[in-house]
């Protein structure tokens, strides 16, 4: 009786990334309602651990991934768990770690696609630019405000999946100016390929993943590879930009005011 009351708690408080196969095609739903879906660790885990299972298995033939709620994809990593960090490794530690679970997102062998129905944001805009396709509802927002809210950064892997899929442009926009993209600039980016009305979203969604699972598979497993080579080709090294911010005064004060519902005041340092 008391592990399955542990378990209501764990999916109340930290949220779950469920997986299910239907025939050919894997659903990744991020759960975590009360929260816009924001990751814990715990979500991240789960995450990681169902890739795995994707990567293994020879029957599925795309993976679709979605956020629980209709209110958002994923709402980035959830801000409380930054309190307990006190110095700059423990964000460069927290970089390398959630690189890791994206970076199996990212090189997954059958095409993903994400489903996108409100907030798109910071470590979910991430996870979305891992995914070879989008689609989303007019009333998506995308962006990563941490330029106005946290004073952090974002590892430079994501970085540069970011300026890939939006350009350079956009991106600028995102990060300096803590710009929130509407669905439809996400769209004149080719960020997002369809704009759909929520009622119809999963019947279009359904009829990509349709098309994906007819086409051949080793072709687009092969092209997914050469994209990936390509982008690996440039040599990026970012982990002293990362201390700059996750070492700062101003980090542990955005993190603070953000949990507080204050605005920050930034210092510089």
């Known amino acids: 009786m008391s592990d399955a009351k542990t378990d209501v708690k764990t999916e109340a408080t930290e949220g779950q990334v469920h997986c299910m196969i239907e025939g050919a095609v ?43 709620g209709g209110r958002a994809f994923v709402a980035g990593t959830d801000i409380q768990q930054f309190l307990s960090f006190s110095t700059a490794e423990d964000g460069v530690a927290y970089e390398r770690r959630i690189e890791t679970v994206l970076g199996k997102v990212d090189r997954l062998p059958v095409p993903t696609l994400a489903i996108v129905d409100g907030w798109c944001v910071g470590g979910g805009l991430a996870i979305a630019a891992c995914c070879d396709l989008r689609i989303s509802t007019p009333l998506a927002k995308f962006g990563v405000p941490i330029a106005r809210t946290l004073g952090n950064c974002l590892a430079i892997a994501n970085t540069a999946r970011l300026a890939a899929e939006f350009g350079i442009g956009p991106t600028k926009r995102m990060l300096l100016l803590g710009e929130m993209l509407t669905a439809a600039q996400a769209q004149t980016t080719g960020f997002v390929t369809d704009l759909v009305e929520p009622d119809e979203i999963d019947a279009r969604a359904a009829a990509i993943v349709d098309r994906l699972t007819h ?55």
């Open 26 to 68: 894997a659903h990744v739903v991020f759960d975590r309602v009360a929260a816009h879906n924001a990751m814990t660790w715990h979500m991240y885990e789960q995450l990681e651990a169902i890739c795995e299972r994707i990567k293994r298995s020879v029957d599925i033939r795309a993976v679709t991934f979605r956020g629980a």
């Open 215 to 269: 086409n051949a598979p080793l072709t687009m497993r092969v092209s997914k590879e050469s994209i990936s080579r390509m982008l690996k080709a440039l040599s990026l090294e970012g982990d002293d930009l990362v201390r700059l911010c996750y070492g700062s005064d101003d980090f542990r004060h955005g993190v603070q005011a953000f949990v507080e519902k204050r605005t920050p005041d930034w210092s510089g340092k």
